[in-house]
């Protein structure tokens, strides 16, 4: 039987698929007379070649890492020093642990291009919490370090946090300001820093059991586990919720250094129970005197913090265990305060005394007057943030006359002024004049 040739009139057909010249596009014909659409070419090409699958597969183990400069602990702190008053230990602790994280990432680049046979230490990071009252400088330690940093930098709030479901923010939405921080570079946001301030306010409610969910609390704890520990986290690209059917951002959590921060207020009523000091109860101070007990330094008491104290507070036990690194902030004194006022680079003094001098005002304070400040501060118990609100309740009245007239040379800001009992001392233009001629 002989083999029946195809003639011009008959419908060209692709071998794999059946379809006609008319219905595919570009038919490829064999000398044997069997022909192939561009189509089935494309599929046959992805089933011998590596899939979209494969080529992800083995992206995973080869994260990008981008060359970084370390800075120095010595210099991360040396810069801190210029904003920052007191808090020396929180600042090594700080300029430390950022120094650590930027090796790491550069020893995780060297081991990557080294051969697999090679046997290499693989360095954990070590995640930060930072405890201290407020107006302590917690805040303002992130925002410097930010400044001198080149890697990218968010600064979140804990407090809109809710468990994945419920109304409010998923835990996902702080990896999104990274991100927006790195504008979108997702390989820079993966060595990035994020700041988590209030971590306190997700604590649990009670160490009991409640048979009601702990939406806020316990269950904002447990989804910022992953986060810390290192995961491939799905991030909605513009925020809020998240949608089945939604693109995601996904961002690898293992190179991000997570600092945390919170007031906590009471927890040294629960470390002085732990070390045996009596805080309830009449004669406990006789007591403790006759027992022996240590005399302890009340504004250093949380600096004896311990994991189970903070167990103790409303912290999951494994939420602990991934901020192995616990660094306090003490109460600032009135010298501290002071300084605050006149010393660092951007203080409060030197705010004012450059608006007036575009006044054209030399505009001084006394030594009485920055403690009389100070003091104010210390009674509201606000800590640093209290000196702006006194400074700026204490100038209304100046900086509402001072502008209207041309002749004041100099405003003097005495401890009277502060107690509001007297006014600023004004110089007028012609008195220097008058007093060298006198």
Same mark, same amino acid.
């Given at each position: 039987?002989? *083999?029946?040739? +195809?003639?011009?009139?008959?419908?060209?057909?692709?071998?794999?698929?059946?379809?006609?010249?008319?219905?595919?596009?570009?038919?490829?014909? +064999?000398?044997?007379?069997?022909? $192939?659409?561009?189509?089935?070419?494309?599929?046959?090409?992805?089933?011998?070649?590596?899939?979209?699958?494969?080529?992800?597969?083995?992206?995973?183990?080869?994260?990008?890492?981008?060359?970084?400069?370390?800075?120095?602990?010595?210099?991360?702190?040396?810069?801190?020093?210029?904003?920052?008053?007191?808090?020396?230990?929180?600042?090594?602790?700080?300029?430390?642990?950022?120094?650590?994280?930027?090796?790491?990432?550069?020893?995780?680049?060297? *081991?990557?291009?080294?051969?697999?046979?090679?046997? +290499?230490?693989?360095?954990?990071? #070590?995640?930060?919490?930072?405890? =201290?009252?407020?107006?302590? =400088?917690?805040?303002?330690?992130?925002? !410097?370090? &930010?400044?001198?940093?080149?890697?990218?930098?968010?600064?979140?709030?804990?407090?809109?946090?809710?468990?994945?479901?419920?109304?409010?923010?998923?835990?996902?939405? $702080?990896?999104?300001?990274?991100?927006?921080?790195?504008?979108?570079?997702?390989?820079?946001?993966?060595?990035?820093?994020?700041?988590?301030?209030?971590?306190?306010?997700?604590?649990?409610?009670?160490?009991?059991?409640?048979?009601?969910?702990?939406? #806020?609390?316990?269950?904002? *704890?447990?989804?910022?586990?992953?986060?810390?520990?290192?995961?491939?986290?799905?991030?909605?690209?513009?925020?809020?919720?998240?949608?089945?059917? *939604?693109?995601?951002?996904?961002?690898?959590?293992?190179?991000?250094?997570?600092?945390?921060?919170?007031?906590?207020?009471?927890?040294?009523?629960?470390?002085?129970?732990?070390?045996?000091?009596?805080?309830?109860?009449?004669?406990?101070?006789?007591?403790? !005197?006759?027992?022996?007990?240590?005399?302890?330094?009340?504004?250093?008491?949380?600096?004896?913090?311990?994991?189970? %104290?903070? $167990?103790?507070?409303?912290?999951?036990?494994?939420?602990?265990?991934?901020?192995?690194?616990?660094?306090?902030?003490?109460?600032?004194?009135?010298?501290?305060?002071?300084?605050?006022?006149? #010393?660092?680079?951007?203080?409060?003094?030197?705010?004012?005394?450059?608006?007036?001098?575009?006044?054209?005002?030399?505009?001084?304070?006394?030594?009485?007057?920055?403690?009389?400040?100070? %003091?104010?501060?210390?009674?509201?118990?606000?800590?640093?943030?209290?000196?702006?609100?006194?400074?700026?309740?204490?100038?209304?009245?100046?900086?509402?006359?001072?502008? #209207?007239?041309?002749?004041?040379?100099?405003?003097?800001?005495?401890?009277?002024?502060?107690?509001?009992? +007297?006014?600023?001392?004004?110089?007028?233009?012609?008195?220097?004049?008058?007093?060298?001629? &006198?």
């Amino acid at each position: 039987m002989s *083999q029946r040739k +195809s003639t011009s009139n008959e419908m060209i057909r692709c071998s794999f698929c059946g379809r006609t010249s008319d219905e595919a596009p570009q038919m490829i014909a +064999s000398p044997t007379g069997a022909h $192939i659409c561009a189509d089935c070419v494309e599929v046959c090409g992805t089933m011998l070649g590596k899939t979209p699958e494969d080529e992800a597969e083995e992206g995973k183990d080869t994260v990008a890492i981008p060359e970084l400069e370390v800075p120095k602990p010595s210099e991360l702190k040396a810069y801190l020093d210029e904003y920052i008053v007191g808090q020396e230990y929180v600042k090594k602790v700080l300029s430390v642990a950022v120094h650590n994280h930027y090796k790491r990432l550069q020893h995780q680049r060297v *081991q990557t291009a080294r051969p697999h046979n090679e046997q +290499s230490v693989d360095i954990e990071k #070590s995640n930060i919490i930072l405890m =201290g009252p407020t107006g302590s =400088g917690k805040t303002l330690l992130a925002r !410097t370090l &930010a400044n001198k940093l080149d890697v990218p930098f968010a600064l979140t709030d804990a407090t809109t946090l809710t468990e994945a479901g419920y109304v409010g923010e998923d835990v996902e939405n $702080i990896l999104l300001r990274l991100i927006q921080a790195a504008d979108y570079d997702i390989e820079r946001a993966q060595v990035g820093i994020i700041y988590v301030d209030e971590i306190d306010k997700i604590s649990r409610r009670t160490e009991n059991v409640s048979i009601t969910r702990d939406v #806020s609390g316990e269950g904002v *704890q447990q989804a910022l586990l992953k986060l810390f520990e290192g995961t491939v986290a799905n991030v909605p690209p513009k925020g809020g919720r998240k949608h089945p059917q *939604q693109e995601y951002l996904q961002i690898d959590t293992s190179n991000i250094l997570f600092v945390c921060a919170g007031a906590f207020v009471g927890l040294d009523k629960i470390v002085q129970r732990r070390i045996g000091k009596r805080v309830l109860g009449f004669g406990a101070s006789t007591q403790n !005197t006759m027992e022996g007990a240590v005399q302890l330094d009340e504004t250093n008491i949380v600096a004896r913090v311990e994991p189970e %104290d903070l $167990i103790k507070y409303g912290l999951i036990p494994e939420f602990v265990g991934r901020l192995p690194v616990v660094a306090t902030l003490r109460e600032l004194t009135q010298d501290d305060l002071v300084h605050i006022l006149t #010393s660092t680079r951007n203080a409060l003094v030197k705010q004012y005394q450059e608006l007036f001098k575009m006044e054209g005002v030399h505009l001084r304070f006394t030594d009485g007057a920055l403690r009389a400040m100070a %003091d104010k501060a210390i009674s509201k118990g606000t800590g640093a943030r209290g000196l702006r609100a006194a400074l700026e309740t204490l100038m209304v009245n100046i900086m509402f006359e001072v502008p #209207s007239r041309r002749d004041v040379e100099t405003c003097t800001i005495t401890a009277d002024v502060v107690a509001g009992r +007297s006014t600023p001392k004004l110089t007028f233009v012609g008195d220097t004049a008058k007093r060298k001629s &006198a």
